[in-house]
C-alpha cells in the first residue's frame, strides 16, 4: 500500500466515524486535522477547514436540524470527500508537498540541541517587534555563548533533513 492508499484509507475512517452513535465533533476534528496536517501541513487551508468547523446551537440550527441531517456532520463529509477526491487525483506524493513547505524542521533543529530555557528566549527574540540592530546583536550573543558542538549539531540536524533533501531536489 503507497503512501497515497494510506491517507486515503485514514481518512475514508474519518467519514465513518461520522455514522458513529456517540459522535465527538472535537475528538474527530483533532484526528482529521493530524492527519491531514501530516499530508499538507498544519497552516494548508484543508486543515484549516476542518479547524473552523463548529456546533451551532442557536434555534436556528436545532430548529433545521430536527428531522434531518445534522449539517455540522454533513459539512464535515463534504469537506473529507472533497480532500480524499483532490488526493486520489494527485500525481505527487502528498506527503513530499508538507515536507518541502514546512519550515518547521529548522526549528526542531534548535529545540533539538537548545535547553528549554535557551528556546524559549530565542523563540521570544525571533519573535518580539524589535529593531533589527538589536535584534542582531541579541543574536549574536546567544550563539557566541553556545558551544561549537551544539552549533555543528544544529547545522547537521538540518543540513542531513529530509525534507531539506526534498527542497533541493526540487
Known amino acids: 500500500m503507497n503512501e497515497k492508499e494510506k491517507y486515503i484509507r485514514l481518512l475514508n475512517d474519518q467519514l465513518e466515524k461520522l455514522d458513529t452513535k456517540v459522535f465527538d465533533l ?6 482529521t486535522i493530524l492527519i491531514l496536517s501530516s499530508i499538507y501541513g498544519p497552516n494548508d487551508p484543508r486543515t484549516r477547514a476542518i479547524e473552523t468547523i463548529e456546533h451551532e446551537y442557536n434555534s436556528w440550527s436545532l430548529r433545521d436540524e430536527s ?19 483532490e488526493i486520489e487525483l ?6 513530499q ?12 533543529a534548535f529545540e533539538n540541541e537548545l ?5 524559549k528566549a530565542l523563540k521570544k ?7 533589527n540592530d538589536i535584534r542582531n546583536t541579541e543574536i549574536d550573543i546567544i550563539l557566541q ?6 552549533k555543528r549539531n544544529i547545522l547537521k540536524h538540518i543540513l542531513l533533513s529530509d525534507e531539506l533533501k526534498l527542497w533541493l531536489s526540487k
Open 67 to 85: 428531522g434531518s441531517k445534522d449539517p455540522v456532520k454533513v459539512i464535515c463529509r463534504d469537506t473529507i470527500q472533497t480532500i480524499i477526491k
Open 145 to 150: 555563548e553556545l558551544p561549537d558542538g551544539t
Open 26 to 31: 472535537t475528538a474527530w476534528k483533532r484526528s
Open 115 to 119: 535547553t528549554g530555557s535557551k528556546s
Open 125 to 131: 527574540l525571533l519573535t518580539e517587534e524589535k529593531n
Open 90 to 95: 494527485s500525481d505527487n506524493l502528498i506527503e
Open 97 to 108: 508537498t508538507a515536507k518541502s513547505t514546512d519550515p518547521g524542521f529548522i526549528w526542531e
